[in-house]
């Protein structure tokens, strides 16, 4: 997968504490669902993808959708169907 269209994120957007898992989406995954399941979590792309189609994304844990980083990954993990890995990257 290419990096997903008209995708442009600023490093320090977010003032919060917020997690950086590592996300590698389906092949076949819409970029519109891709958008919709990090919308839900006000969550942005920082970086990517690498040679091997990993994102490093940002999710702030604004303590409303998302409060906590086990929270986050459930999240993120629920979207079986767009996302085929995800875990948390030492910060």
């Known amino acids: 997968m290419s990096a997903l269209a008209g995708q442009t994120t600023t490093a320090g957007q977010f003032s919060g504490?917020?997690?950086?898992?590592?996300v590698a989406f389906k092949e076949d995954a819409p970029e519109l669902?891709?958008?919709a399941a990090l919308g839900q979590m006000k969550a942005i792309i920082e970086d990517g993808p690498t040679t091997a189609g990993f994102y490093?994304?940002?999710v702030p844990l604004d303590g409303g959708?998302?409060?906590?980083?086990?929270?986050?990954?459930?999240a993120l993990r629920g979207?079986?169907?767009i996302i085929r890995f995800v875990d948390l990257v030492a910060q």
Request: no cysteine.
């Open 33 to 35: 669902a891709i958008r």
């Open 65 to 74: 959708s998302v409060k906590s980083s086990e929270q986050a990954l459930r």
């Open 56 to 58: 490093l994304i940002d």
């Open 17 to 22: 504490p917020l997690i950086r898992p590592l």
């Open 79 to 81: 979207h079986a169907g």
